[in-house]
T-cell receptor, first 114, second 117 residues
């Protein structure tokens, strides 16, 4: 199993450009999450999904959109990138059964917006 | 209010010495508590969790954590630190603030552990 994978690993954008980050998981998890990690601020939840075709806002959703058309994929879009979106982005997934609250993380995407 | 606090930004310990990384929490209801580790330029890796049962939980890489309900703490411990344990450690708790089963976690800000040879 590959677990959670993220594409791309690195990206540099200019202000105003758009891009999509792809997250894929092969663990048949229902729940998926997008976080951003910034120095001194820990992990902040951007958007999440509790199943195929569903999405919901997290703590810091502004400037981002998401889609979950297939259970295994969760896409994060930036329509018009801003320097404040320079960050490391992590995708995570978790199982929906029992008490399995632990989340499994991808390797991250380092995004720089100039 | 539900929250998680990691009171130390950085912990330094000599190799071979015991290490403790502290975490305190505030939740309504039964806490589900987690520890994760993040090595440089990597994603977070799950170390261990407390749901119920024995207050001492054993996890990966020789780590363990002690749940203390009266002190609302869940400190991460290891009897003998290795240089390779140097990493960023995150504590998290189940988020019960909103209705619905979304399995969200509330995260601490992380503690940087440096193990010196």
């Amino acid at each position: 199993n590959a677990g959670v994978t993220q594409t791309p690993k690195f990206r540099v954008l200019k202000t105003g450009q758009s891009m999509t980050l792809l997250c894929a998981q092969d663990m048949n998890h229902e729940y998926m999450y997008w976080y951003r990690q910034d120095p001194g601020m820990g992990l902040r939840l951007i958007h999440y999904s509790v199943g195929e075709g569903t999405t919901a806002k997290g703590e810091v959703p502004d400037g981002y959109n998401v889609s979950r058309l297939k259970k295994q994929n969760f896409l994060l879009g930036l329509e018009s990138a801003a320097p404040s979106q320079t960050s490391v982005y992590f995708c995570a997934s978790s199982y929906s059964g029992g008490r399995s609250y632990e989340q499994y993380f991808g390797p991250g995407t380092r995004l720089t917006v100039t | 209010a539900q929250s998680v606090a990691q009171p130390e930004d950085q912990v330094n310990v000599a190799e071979g010495n015991p290490l403790t990384v502290k975490c305190t929490y505030s939740v309504s209801g039964n806490p589900y508590l987690f520890w994760y580790v993040q090595y440089p330029n990597r994603g977070l890796q799950f170390l261990l969790k407390y749901i119920t049962g024995d207050n001492l939980v054993k996890g990966s890489y020789g780590f363990e954590a002690e749940f203390n309900k009266s002190q609302t703490s869940f400190h991460l411990k290891k009897p003998s630190a290795l240089v390779s344990d140097s990493a960023l450690y995150f504590c998290a708790v189940r988020d019960l603030r909103n209705a619905g089963n979304n399995r969200k976690l509330i995260w601490g800000l992380g503690t940087s552990l440096a193990v010196n040879p």
